[in-house]
């Protein structure tokens, strides 16, 4: 899938008879697989892939030139405007790790805060302010340690860290997800930023993230989708969605009805994109997306209500993962694009 500056995504299997060809990649993430990539950032990600044969990564390219390097933990490449980093965090080695502690020493909020810190770092020094997209994975997202849940710290840490790099906590701020990765992984954060500001979307059928009340703890800091338009097109990024309506989760139990409330969503902030970029079209049935399924057992579920609202020939990667609250079954995230002749 092209978008804007020829940025494009594909999902891939790992294996294959001829190596993988790099010109022009800017990073990629694996699932629950290692690979070794020359030159190239790899977040390595631990959340198995379902309902494939094989191991399947996710490629993001350019159609220019690229440059690679690294600034403290975070791995980089960036060309024609846009830049690829990952970081990865053990909390193995974080002296902050004690239950008695209060959350905010606790060895997941030191690592969050930290990670974030050192990606606007790298985003400063080499010129890319603006975050289009970002990408959290950590074990035990609803586990409750320290007196709270590990997301609940995720969150209050990504604030910290945006807080003291300037950055804002409403409005502004990139289209993300937060999932839970194998009991025992790391940390990983991977992320797309640019040199030009994207247009942010929030969702009319749901309170934007930034704006929960208080019982759901310190605010997630993200958009509902983000745009870049470029002279070549516009690609849309949306979030992490589910089966939220305001801010409350509906349909607790049922994974098929919650696969069509979420798909609802995906629809009302398509409506969205196209409004506020003008002639853009984007389309439900061209979107790439990753679905992350809660429990192995409603993987046949989700993906036939899948098919009854895109068709057979949907791209989709099925991931297993633990989703921020625990009453959520299923979240799915997509990317779009539309040619220039659309995005003008």
Known sequence: MSGAGGLQVHYLPLAGPEPPQWDGVLGVATFDRSLGAPDIPVAEVRTPVLGASGAVCEVWRIDQATQSGSQGRVR?????????????????????????????ESALYAVTEQGYREVFATLDTLGYPHLLRVWNYLPEINQDTHGVERYRQFNDARRKALAACGRNLTGNVPAACALGSVSGSPLVIYFLASQDAPAVIENPRQVSAYEYPEQYGPKPVFSRASVLRERAGAMLFISGTSSIIGH??????????????????????????????????????????????????????????????????????????????????????????APASAAA
Do not use: W
């Open 248 to 337: 409350r989760t509906v349909h607790a139990g049922d994974a098929a009805a919650q696969t069509r409330e979420t798909f609802t969503n995906i629809e009302a902030l398509l409506g969205e994109a196209n409004r506020v970029t003008g002639a853009s079209r984007f389309d439900l049935g061209t979107l790439a997306y990753k679905v992350y399924v809660r429990k192995d057992a409603d993987l046949p579920t989700i993906q036939s209500q899948l098919r009854a609202a895109l068709g057979p020939g949907a791209q989709a990667m099925y991931l297993r993962a633990d989703i921020c609250r625990q009453e959520l079954l299923v979240e799915i995230e997509a990317i779009g694009q």
């Open 76 to 104: 980089y490449r960036h060309g024609a405007g846009v830049m690829f980093g990952c970081i990865t965090l053990s909390e193995a080695h974080t002296d902050a790790r004690r239950n008695s502690t209060p959350p905010e």
